[in-house]
């Protein structure tokens, strides 16, 4: 355990977060991949990170369970709000947002952090896509990064945790074309809202539509399996 | 459900947040109670938060499930980890700092909050006997504050948000004297760090002697039963 070659990095099984791995492991770093088993729709997406923290050479992969299904208030906790695929609005904010995911996603790895030594922790929240979600853009990672260099014991003893998010302001494109030259095996990974138990994505939701115009704007061929 | 009247109260089952909770009730506030079965060690003192919601009028209780034992690195969470009864330190963290998780039950409150409309989350932090607790501290729960206030759809609204420590700073003899003022019936709560399916003290532990110590400075019966 050494604090500067350790990171945690948050990987739900989607494209955004595997190619962050990919990023953080081609900086030479140790990663322990984190995932959390939040009461989301499908356990598909668990499997993909699975897969994806393997695929990627991740040093360690846990799953944490936290069951934001007792919190509800979003489509993808509440079985009784229907996921949109409308398509996204500008300054909208989707009903596909829940509550406080992120803040709580990164007080775990936080922790994962500190009893492991690490000194970053990468999240693959992007802020353009989807614009809508609060805790995506960038004032919220630098609040929760001044949070956790005060919230720990690391803290105290006055050594800084990093919070990266590299993607943030990147297009879906962009994020495709880095990973796939970073070697990221995107068929591995999983977007759709409303996935299969086998991984296969619906087409239609906001996720899918997404996923599919960052293929096209990357030139390279959507290798998602759909249904 | 109105944003000014409704509180989340992070509720343990010992006595600093069911005194929190009275002083929440006497601000006339609707208090809902939220509680975290985080892998600690005996449930009893999820019990006890059960007990004291209802005894102090909450308007909701929940029990929300996330396991800090996948992240070990604490005695209240890793078995392996003796759990402390020599006396507090002062400058030192002891073994029963559980990392980021008021952190945890911040994020998770913090969800909560948001989906009911709340605007207050209640905390009951306590910075005087746990120095060491790195998230006891008043620079922790403003920083939490301030995070608050850009990770979610209310803060984007505009609408602030509030984390309320209002015994950060007390003393037990203080926190036992006020809540005892406000009807907390303290025989209700579990404080052992190691209590007993029944909720009964070892009365050795960190935790077993502070709260001793303060009903002796509140000059007030210890009603604690011990095994």
Redesign the interface.
Known sequence: MSADTDAVVLLSGGLDSATVLAIARAQGLRCHALSVRYGQRHSAELVAAERVAAHLGAASH???????R????SSLTDDAIAVPTGGVTAGV?PST????????F???A???A??LGASQIFLGANAVDYSGY??C?P??VE??E??A?????R??EGERMRIMAPIIDWTKGRIIATGASLGVDFSMTVSCYQADEAGRACGVCDSCRLRKDGFEAAGLPDPTPYR
Do not use: C, K
Request: zero cysteines; glycine letters at 6%; aromatic letters at 6%.
């Open positions: 846990r799953i944490v369970d936290v069951d934001l007792a919190i509800g208030g904010i947002y829940v509550p406080a995911r992120n803040t709580v990164l007080a775990i936080l922790g994962h500190e009893v609060p805790d853009r004032a919220f609040a929760f001044a949070l260099n005060v919230a720990t014991r803290a105290v």
